[in-house]
C-alpha cells in the first residue's frame, strides 16, 4: 500500500530524510519512532505531496506521488501534528467541504459523519466554529474528516496528542479494525508503549536515516520495544 | 520592567515581518524582491506625501493670509487623529483584544500590565509613522510659506510627540467597546463590518471635505471659528499654542492629549487579564442534523474561500473595499446625477466626457481597488496543509482564489453596471465599456492579487490584520491595479485621442484586461503552481 523507495529530501544544505526506504502492506500499521527533528514529519509529509523530495521515490497503492499526487491523495488521509484546521468554518461545514472534495455522496457522506461523530462524541458540537474548539475536540474533527473517504493508507503525525483517554482507545480500535478490513496506517508517536501494543511493523529514525524497519518482533526481540529503540539509539550513536 | 523589552521587540518585528517580503542571506533572487519591494514603498511613501504637501500649501496660504493659523495646525491635528484610529482600529482590536499569543504571554513571568503596555507601545509606533507622515509635510509646509517662533516650534516638535496619544486612548476605548459588545453576538461580523464601513466613509467624506469646509469657514469668519473653538478646543489650542506660542493652550492640549491615553491604559492594565482570559461565552450553537449538499471539488473551494472572505470585516473593508464603492457610487449616480456635475464644478456641456463615460471610468477605478485575492495565500497560514494534502489540483486550488475574488468584488461591479446603464441609458459603445471592462479589470485583479501573493506570501501570521491590510503582496497589488488604470490613460491622452473617441478606448482597454487575464492564467497553471507547491505546509 505504501512504498518508499530511497528518499532523500534536504532544506539547504542539511538532509532531513536520507536515503530512506520501507514498504508497508495492505492490513498492516507501523509505527514510525524516532527522537525529535529526526526526520519523522518530513517523511510523512512528502508521502503525503505536500514537500516535495530531491531523491527517491513514493508509491502509494500502485500510484507515485511525483507523478500522480492526486491519485495518491485520493487514496489516502493525513492528520498533522497539529490539526490547524478552517477556524471560520463550523465543524459540520468542514466536514461537508472534506466530503465535496472526495465526491462523496450526500447519504453516504451523512451516514459517515453521524457514525464517526458519535463514536468521537463530537455530534452536539457539530454546529459549532472551528474556533471555539479545543485541541482535543480539533483532533476529533481532523480524524473524522480523514475518515470520511474510506481511505486506503491513514497517515497520522503523532495521532494521540490532546485526546482525552476514552477517544483514545476508540481510535486505537478503529485503527485495528480499519487495517482488518484491508487498510494501511503509518503513524508517528513517542509513546513507545502504544507502538508496541498497536503495530504490526515499527520504523525506526535517526538524523533522517532509517536505522532499523521490521516487524515488531523482529524489532524488539525478547525486550521491550523502548529497550530496543534505546539500544539501537546507541549502536547508531 | 525586563521583560516590557522582548515582548515589545516580537510585537514590533511581527509587524514588520509582515509587512516586507522574508529575507534569506543566501538567496540572491529574494535580495533582489526586496529591494524592488522597498523601492516601491518608497515610491508610494513620495507620492502619498507630494499630494498631501500640494493639499496644505493650498491650506497655509489661504489660512494665513485669513490669519486662522491655529486652524491649519487643528487641520491637521483632526487628519492625524482620524488616520490613526481609522488605520489602526483593526490593529489595535486585534492585538489588545484577540491576539493568538495572549495566552503565552500570561503563562509567563511577565505582569499582565506589562504584557498591555508592550503591546500599546508597538501599536505607538505605527501611530508615529501615520503622524510623521501627515504631520512633517504639513509642518514643513507651514514654515515655508508663513513663519514661526521659536517657542511655537517647540511647541510644534512636541505636539508632534503627543499627538498619538489621544489617538490611541480613542482606539483602545472603541476597540474596547466593540470587544465587549461583538463578543457577546453569535453573528457580529455583518454589524462589525457596517460599523467600520461606517467609520471609515464618514473620516472619508470629512477628509475629501476638508477644502470645502475651509472654504467657507474662511468666508464666514469670526463666528465659525468660535464654534470651532468651542466645540473642538484641544485641536484649537493646538493650532493657538504653535502658531501663537502660547502656553497656557500648550499646557491644555497637553492634559487633553495626556488624559485619554493615561485613562484608558490605567482601565485596561487592570482589565486585562480578565479582557484576555475571559470566555464571554457565546452561547452554543445546537447541532440539528440537516441533509448536506453535495458540490463538485473546485466548487467547494471556491466556497470556502468565500466563507473566509466573509468571515473577516477587516478582509471585506481592505480586499473588497472597490465593490462596495461602486453599488454605493452607482446609486448615487443614478439617483443624483447632479452630483457629477457638482464635482467637476462645470456645467454639462464642459464635463471631460459624457456621464456613461465617466460612470465607467468610476467603476474600473474601484475595480482596481480590489484586492481580495492578493491576501488569499498568506490567509492560508498554518493552515495551508489542508489544500495540500487534499486531492485537487494546485491550479484548482489557485483558480478558485481567482473565482472566489472575482465573485465577490465581480457581483457589486456588475450590480453597478446595470444601474448605471438602467438610469443613464449609455450608447452600444458605452455599455460594453460599462459592463465588459470593469469586470475584466476585477478578474485580472483576481490573477495579478495570486501570482503576487505567490512571490511576497507571509504565512506565520499573528493576527488575520497582518496579511490582509499590510503585507507586502496588498501593497504591490494596489500599485499594480493603479499601473492598469494610469497606463491606458496615458496612452489615451498622449496618443489615441486622435484616433478614437474615450468610450472606444475603455472598451479596448477591457479587453487588453481579458488579455493579461489569460497570460497570468497561463503562468498561474505552470510557474504560479510550483510557488505553491514550495511553500510547504
Same mark, same amino acid.
Given at each position: ?237 | ?466 496579511? /490582509?491590510?499590510? @503585507?507586502? %503582496? $496588498? +501593497?504591490? *497589488? !494596489? ?11 496615458? #496612452? ?19 479587453? /487588453?484586461?481579458? @488579455?493579461? %487575464? $489569460? +497570460?497570468? *492564467? !497561463? ?11 514550495? #511553500?510547504?505546509?
Amino acid at each position: 500500500m505504501l512504498r518508499i523507495e530511497h528518499l532523500t529530501k534536504s532544506f539547504g544544505t542539511k538532509k532531513a530524510v536520507d536515503d530512506l526506504s520501507l514498504e508497508i502492506k495492505p492490513g498492516e500499521i507501523c509505527g514510525f519512532i524516532g527522537h525529535n527533528g529526526a526526520g519523522k514529519t518530513t517523511t510523512i509529509k512528502s508521502v503525503c505531496g505536500i514537500l516535495q523530495f530531491e531523491e527517491g521515490e513514493i508509491y502509494v497503492n500502485g500510484h507515485s506521488v511525483k507523478a500522480d499526487p492526486i491519485a495518491c491523495k485520493r487514496d489516502l488521509a493525513y492528520i498533522p501534528d497539529n490539526p490547524d484546521l478552517y477556524e471560520f468554518l463550523s465543524g459540520i461545514k468542514y466536514l461537508n467541504f472534506i466530503a465535496d472534495v472526495f465526491g462523496i455522496g450526500e447519504k453516504e457522506r451523512e451516514e459517515r459523519i453521524h457514525r464517526y461523530a458519535d463514536m468521537f462524541e463530537l455530534t452536539g458540537d457539530l454546529a459549532q466554529p472551528i474556533s471555539a474548539y479545543s485541541h482535543g475536540m480539533k483532533q476529533k474533527l481532523a480524524l473524522i474528516s480523514a475518515l470520511i473517504h474510506d481511505p486506503k493508507l491513514i497517515i497520522l503525525d503523532e495521532p494521540f496528542v490532546g485526546l482525552d483517554p476514552t477517544a483514545s482507545f476508540k481510535l486505537k480500535k478503529l485503527m485495528r479494525e480499519l487495517c482488518d478490513k484491508g487498510a494501511a496506517i503509518f503513524f508517528s508517536t513517542h509513546v513507545l508503549e502504544v507502538a508496541e501494543k498497536l503495530c504490526d511493523k515499527v520504523a525506526v529514525i535517526k538524523n533522517g536515516r532509517l536505522i532499523a524497519f521490521g516487524t515488531m518482533e523482529e524489532i524488539k526481540g525478547d525486550t521491550s520495544l523502548e529497550s530496543a529503540f534505546f539500544g539501537l539509539e546507541e549502536q547508531n550513536g | 520592567m525586563a521583560s516590557f523589552k522582548p515582548v515589545f521587540w516580537i510585537s514590533i518585528r511581527s509587524m514588520i515581518a509582515t509587512m516586507f517580503p522574508r529575507y534569506r542571506k543566501s538567496d540572491a533572487k529574494t535580495k533582489r524582491r526586496l529591494l524592488l519591494y522597498i523601492l516601491l514603498f518608497a515610491y508610494v511613501l513620495i507620492s502619498v506625501v507630494g499630494g498631501e504637501a500640494a493639499m496644505f500649501y493650498g491650506l497655509a496660504k489661504s489660512l494665513g493670509a485669513a490669519g486662522y493659523g491655529w486652524l491649519y495646525f487643528a487641520v491637521v491635528g483632526f487628519a492625524v487623529l482620524g488616520l490613526c484610529v481609522v488605520g489602526g482600529l483593526f490593529l489595535t482590536h486585534a492585538q489588545l483584544f484577540a491576539a493568538k499569543d495572549n495566552e503565552l504571554l500570561l503563562s509567563l513571568p511577565i505582569k499582565p500590565g506589562v504584557v498591555l503596555l508592550s503591546r500599546i507601545a508597538s501599536l505607538l509606533v505605527l501611530d508615529y509613522i501615520f503622524t510623521l507622515i501627515v504631520a512633517g509635510p504639513a509642518a514643513v509646509i507651514w514654515i515655508a510659506v508663513n513663519s514661526i517662533s521659536g517657542v511655537g516650534a517647540v511647541f510644534l516638535l512636541l505636539s508632534v510627540i503627543l499627538l498619538p496619544l489621544p489617538a490611541m486612548g480613542l482606539s483602545m476605548l472603541i476597540a474596547w467597546i466593540l470587544s465587549a459588545i461583538f463578543s457577546r453576538l453569535r453573528r457580529s461580523n455583518l454589524i462589525k463590518l457596517g460599523f467600520y464601513l461606517l467609520f471609515f466613509v464618514a473620516y472619508l467624506y470629512l477628509v475629501t471635505n476638508l477644502n470645502g469646509y475651509i472654504t467657507a469657514l474662511v468666508s464666514r469668519g469670526a463666528e465659525i471659528a468660535e464654534a470651532f473653538r468651542r466645540t473642538v478646543f484641544p485641536l484649537y489650542h493646538l493650532g493657538a499654542a504653535i502658531t501663537q506660542g502660547d502656553g497656557v493652550s500648550f499646557f491644555i492640549f497637553l492634559v487633553c492629549a495626556l488624559a485619554p491615553f493615561v485613562i484608558m491604559t490605567v482601565i485596561l492594565s487592570s482589565q486585562f487579564l480578565k479582557i484576555a482570559t475571559t470566555n464571554r461565552g457565546v452561547r452554543k450553537i445546537e447541532y440539528r442534523q440537516k441533509r448536506l449538499r453535495a458540490s463538485g471539488a473546485r466548487m467547494a473551494f471556491v466556497k470556502k474561500e468565500l466563507r473566509l472572505f466573509f468571515s473577516l470585516p477587516v478582509y471585506i473593508l481592505n480586499g473588497g473595499l472597490g465593490g462596495v464603492f461602486s453599488v454605493v457610487l452607482s446609486v448615487l449616480l443614478a439617483v443624483r446625477r447632479d452630483l457629477i456635475y457638482e464635482m467637476f464644478g462645470q456645467t454639462q456641456g464642459a464635463l471631460p466626457f459624457d456621464v456613461p463615460t465617466i460612470a465607467a471610468l468610476m467603476l474600473c477605478l474601484f475595480s482596481a481597488l480590489s484586492l481580495v485575492s492578493a491576501a488569499s495565500v498568506s490567509i492560508e497560514g498554518n493552515t495551508l496543509w489542508i489544500a495540500r494534502s487534499l486531492p485537487v489540483s494546485t491550479y484548482d486550488i489557485l483558480l478558485a482564489k481567482v473565482a472566489s475574488h472575482s465573485l465577490a468584488c465581480g457581483v457589486p461591479t456588475l450590480i453597478g453596471a446595470i444601474i448605471c446603464a438602467v438610469a443613464l441609458g449609455p450608447d452600444l459603445i458605452g455599455l460594453l465599456a460599462l459592463f465588459i471592462t470593469p469586470i475584466a479589470l476585477v478578474v485580472t485583479m483576481g490573477f495579478a492579487g495570486v501570482a503576487i501573493n505567490l512571490r511576497f506570501p507571509r504565512l506565520d501570521w499573528v493576527n488575520p490584520v497582518q496579511p /490582509v491590510k499590510q @503585507g507586502a %503582496s $496588498i +501593497l504591490i *497589488a !494596489m500599485l499594480a491595479g493603479a499601473a492598469l488604470i494610469i497606463a491606458p490613460g496615458m #496612452l489615451y491622452v498622449f496618443l489615441l485621442n486622435r484616433i478614437m473617441d474615450v468610450g472606444f478606448m475603455i472598451f479596448l482597454t477591457g479587453v /487588453v484586461y481579458i @488579455g493579461i %487575464s $489569460i +497570460l497570468l *492564467a !497561463m503562468s498561474l497553471k505552470d510557474k504560479g503552481a510550483r510557488l505553491f507547491e514550495e #511553500l510547504g505546509g
